[in-house]
């Protein structure tokens, strides 16, 4: 992971239709030589709990829905929230950094988190991260 | 043009049947098969994602790899890539 490009995104919502477009993006931008640096913070925790990628729901009162999205993801061929996650760190262009302030916030210990996270990270260290990158997004 | 004959004037070292794929799995689909191929040699991929012709346009001008043909006939898009690089 040297000479690529980056993209740095703040996950803040651990929900199906955010996390999608968070995956596709950062599947995307493996396959085009981007690497994904991606800060789980709030809500966004959730998705890096264990079966929580599995388990993401769509938020609210379509909370309802999201078998029948999950239906339609799959009819698609899209791949599922962990097989996006797999083909990125089969890619080698992802990065998972946990925010430790929500750690503690919402009570979650290191080892209930899904072994895909690379680093528990506080702001600072993220925003390194993102001052140094070529796209910034907040999802 | 020929339509689908414009490929057959490339020595196509492996085709990827991308129908029915949509972003980001076409491209991700190609990066694999880049991966494993050496400097010069051509892919071949089919895709009916109607968003696949700029994504190959962009991930070609952004990885340096050559789009040497893209076509499109029955709703099926025919893309030629020239690997370029290590």
């Known amino acids: 992971m040297t000479e690529n490009k980056k993209m740095a995104i703040i996950v803040h919502s651990g929900t199906l239709d955010k996390l999608y477009p968070v995956f596709m993006l950062a599947s995307a931008g493996g396959a085009m030589d981007v690497d994904a640096h991606l800060f789980f913070t709030f809500w966004g925790l959730d998705a890096l709990k264990k079966g929580g990628l599995e388990n993401a729901k769509l938020p609210g009162v379509m909370r309802v829905g999201t078998g029948m999205m999950k239906g339609r993801i799959k009819d698609a061929n899209v791949p599922t929230l962990p097989a996006l996650l797999d083909l990125c760190k089969e890619m080698g262009t992802i990065k998972i950094y946990a925010c430790s302030t929500t750690m503690e916030l919402m009570k979650v210990k290191e080892e209930e988190l899904i072994p895909e996270v690379d680093e528990i990270v506080g702001a600072a260290a993220f925003l390194e991260i993102a001052m140094d990158a070529d796209v910034q997004l907040f999802i | ?86």
Request: aromatic share 8%; with cysteine; proline share 5%.
């Open chain 2, 1 to 86: 043009m020929d339509g689908f004959n414009v490929s057959e004037r490339y020595k196509v070292k492996e085709t990827l049947d991308c129908k029915g794929l949509y972003c980001p799995m076409p491209i991700v689909k190609m990066k694999k098969a880049l991966k494993g191929m050496a400097e010069g040699e051509i892919v071949k991929i089919l895709a009916t994602d109607p968003g696949s012709k700029r994504d190959f346009e962009a991930f070609c001008r952004k990885t340096g790899n050559k789009l040497l043909e893209s076509s499109q006939e029955d709703g099926v898009f025919t893309y030629i890539v020239e690997k370029v690089g290590p």
